[in-house]
């Protein structure tokens, strides 16, 4: 078997015999391309046909090995020359080769005659050297391989004389070697056979009847030697192609002529047929284009006695836009990375037509609006390609592919695909909110959840898995996971201790959510923590404040109207709001209806005019109470003295220890009235001096008392809008009638209104009128 190459301007050509068995190889194409068989298989090398067509060739390890049986006589006809034609397809780059396989024919047909039995009707007047055409044999096999010769057995009446056509076909005649004799010899019976050229040489037979008549000395005459018709594809069944039309001179049954068809296919007389009668050639069958565009055929004219003459017929088959185009998805790559870069090809869509001209022109298309194009490429080839794409607008996308021909009218078809899009981690965990609070009231149970945070990632998977967790930092002085900790899957966040209001009010921490890509991506958001006070601290008094077991005690001037500032009572509460909301009240006095005291400001004052039945010694117990649910509260005693001076005072200890320590007290007034004695007499006589200038007691001085920081407790070094302590409060001062140089209370500072026990009272000569 002998095969040839020929590799030039990019085609390449091969020949191989027809009837070669599965698997033959033609030729290395791999070589022939300059490529390995690994190259060639890596670059997705394949052989494409038009639409449907049968295919006989394929590529395997880089070698053109024969896929199906090829039939020389079934593909080409009688054509000399019979090859197929492929394009071969490389990828990645996309490159065509132009394969072209010529079919060498071999002699696997013998002649053969259309009827094995040839009947002759000579009449016996004929001459010598008379010819009498006779039935050609048809071989299918072309060349050498096809109808060569004829021979006719021996006889003493005829003769055989072989010649081609103008187109090549052998045809014999008999000749008359020696006049016929009727009545000698009515009837002669002769063997025809026919031979082909090929080796081995195969033959084919007919019997020759010649039955001796009348002459008929005329053949029938064709009005053309070569007819023409056009007939359009699809051209329904019954449609008249043309109407043949020959003529004998002879008369009766010499002159009468019938038609029939010679030398045609099997396939052909399935498509068309000729009324024997009228000459009238008639479409049978589906004529189509796209599966052969031009057909030959041979009518012989025959009168009765059996002289016949041959015509040719061309029948040229024009195309009608009858085929849509067909999409044809040749690779493809899913699925596609959101990331990937614009304009990178991903599919290859070839698109053909079996029509001709304008018919075969193709437009395609996307029909819908996807982030995708199609870009023409090498002859009916497109890339799909990609614009911009993003996964979490659009995963999945079914794309649809129209193709659309030039014809008239055009025809179209579709085709859809799917293309899904495959996660990249491009996109951070997003909080729901721009920032978040949470309050939790003091004294929280350790473990207590306080809030939840949340962020959602549209990535897909592993992507979009989020977790949470705290950034390090510290509160106080102290790392923030001692205060809170986060559950990484839910973002729910724990208090680990309890808080103190009083401790600290509020803190901010910075929440982290992460995904779980690679490489992972994170954003932050700001938790502030608000601490919500509760009622948990009590009022604490900051004046009156015992000092050791010596007790404050506060003059009351006796000339003090209805309504007159005596004292005030001064406390706070470490809470807040509410909680911190403090109400005064008296709740045992010596005299209950000579004081009185501020709910809210804590300042005793007289409910009226102080008398001198009035007792000295008056000794008030306050209740401090603030607003809490439930209220706490404190209470203290308040010591007032109704004197004008020192020296009416019998004693100024405690007065709480009266009873226990009496006679030590008893001493004390002693010793006290004789001082005090002697001190009165002098300023009643400085009284006395100054009576001459004024009639009546005067108000001497209005001042204000100043709360010392030393009262305050460290906590409550700002109270400004929440706390329930002022740094200054204003009261009237008075003095006792019939001096400027008295001593009185209430001067500039909380010490000079204080009279601890065991000490004595000052002037100040600064403050005298």
């Known amino acids: 078997m002998a095969m040839s190459v020929c ?23 791999a070589k022939d391309l300059g490529l390995s ?27 053109l090995v024969i896929s199906e049986v090829i039939d020389r006589e079934e593909l080409c006809g009688s054509k000399p020359l019979c090859s197929y034609n492929y394009e071969l397809v490389l990828e990645n780059p996309l490159e065509l080769h132009q394969v072209t396989v010529q079919i060498e024919d071999i002699n696997d047909n013998p002649p053969r005659f259309p009827n094995s039995d040839i009947k002759l009707e000579i009449g016996e007047s004929a001459v010598k050297g008379a010819r009498f055409p006779l039935d050609e044999a048809h071989d299918p096999d072309v060349g050498r391989n096809g109808m060569q010769t004829y021979s006719v057995e021996k006889n003493d009446y005829f003769s055989l004389a072989v010649n081609s056509h103008s187109n090549g076909q052998k045809y014999s005649e008999l000749i008359l070697d020696k006049e016929l004799d009727r009545e000698k010899e009515p009837e002669l019976t002769l063997m025809l056979t026919a031979f082909d050229g090929g080796s081995p040489q195969r033959t084919g037979t007919a019997v020759i009847r010649v039955v001796v008549l009348d002459a008929n000395d005329n053949l029938p005459v064709f009005s053309e030697s070569t007819y023409t018709a056009s007939l359009a594809e699809n051209s329904p069944l019954g449609t008249v192609v043309l109407t043949v039309r020959a003529t004998d001179a002879d008369d009766s049954a010499n002159g009468e002529v019938t038609y029939e068809f010679t030398h045609i296919s099997d396939k052909v007389l399935r498509l068309f047929s000729i009324d024997k009668v009228t000459g009238e050639i008639k479409v049978i069958g589906a004529i189509d284009y796209e599966e052969k565009s031009e057909y030959e055929l041979w009518v012989k004219a025959k009168d009765g006695p059996g002289l016949a003459s041959n015509a040719k017929i061309n029948i040229i088959i024009t195309d009608v836009n009858d085929n849509a185009p067909v999409i044809h998805i040749k690779s493809l790559s899913v699925p596609i990375p959101e990331n990937v870069a614009p304009g990178t090809e991903i599919g290859i869509i070839n698109v053909q037509d079996k029509d001709t001209g304008g018919n075969k022109q193709v437009r395609c298309s996307l029909q819908q609006n996807v982030p995708f194009k199609l870009n023409p490429s090498i002859k009916n080839y497109y890339s799909l390609v990609t614009t911009v794409l993003d996964r979490e607008l659009v995963s999945d996308y079914n794309i649809t592919i129209v193709a659309t021909d030039e014809g008239n009218p055009p025809l179209s078809s579709s085709k859809t695909i799917h293309l899904s899009v495959s996660d990249v981690n491009d996109n951070p965990p997003v909080f729901e909110e721009q920032s978040y609070s949470a309050y939790v009231s003091e004294n929280n149970k350790p473990g207590s959840s306080m809030c939840s945070v949340s962020a959602r990632d549209p990535d897909w998977r592993q992507n979009g898995t989020v977790f949470y967790s705290l950034l390090p930092s510290e509160v106080n002085g102290v790392a923030l996971s001692s205060y809170l900790s986060i559950n990484g899957d839910t973002g729910v966040i724990h208090a680990v201790r309890a808080f103190d209001y009083e401790q600290f009010r509020s803190f901010k921490v910075q929440v982290v959510a992460r995904d779980n890509g690679s490489p992972p991506l994170s954003s932050n958001v700001t938790v502030s923590v608000f601490i919500t006070d509760e009622n948990d601290n009590s009022p604490q008094i900051l004046y009156p404040t015992p000092e050791g077991n010596s007790f404050m005690t506060e003059m009351v001037p006796k000339a003090a109207l209805s309504g007159s500032l005596l004292s005030k009572v001064i406390a706070v509460d470490a809470d807040s709001g509410q909680n911190a909301w403090l109400s005064y009240q008296i709740v045992k006095s010596t005299d209950p209806g000579l004081f009185t005291i501020g709910l809210h400001s804590g300042e005793i004052r007289a409910q009226r005019d102080i008398s001198e039945s009035d007792s000295m010694k008056q000794n008030l117990v306050i209740s401090v109470k603030d607003n809490g649910q439930p209220s706490l509260s404190t209470t203290c005693a308040v010591y007032l003295v109704i004197s004008d001076n020192l020296a009416e005072v019998p004693e100024l200890k405690d007065m709480s220890y009266e009873e226990n320590n009496s006679k030590l007290t008893s001493y004390l007034i002693i010793a006290l009235v004789s001082v005090s004695t002697f001190f009165l007499t002098f300023i009643i006589l400085i009284i006395a001096v100054r009576l001459c200038h004024r009639r009546k007691p005067r108000l001497l001085f209005d001042g204000a008392v100043a709360i010392p920081s030393a009262y305050l407790p460290p906590n409550y070094a700002d109270v400004d809008g929440t706390g329930t302590l002022r740094s200054t409060y204003n009261y009237d001062a008075y003095m006792t009638t019939g001096s400027r140089t008295s001593d009185f209370k209430f001067v500039t500072s909380y010490n000079d209104n204080t009279l601890p026990s065991a000490t004595t009272l000052k002037r100040s000569p600064a403050l005298r009128m």
């Open 7 to 29: 590799l030039c301007n990019g085609d390449i050509s091969y020949s191989v015999p027809e009837e070669q068995k599965k698997g033959t190889v033609i030729g290395n194409i």
């Open 37 to 63: 068989a690994k190259g060639l298989a890596d670059r997705k090398a394949r052989i494409d046909t038009e639409g449907n067509e049968k295919r006989f060739c394929d590529v395997q390890g880089g070698q």
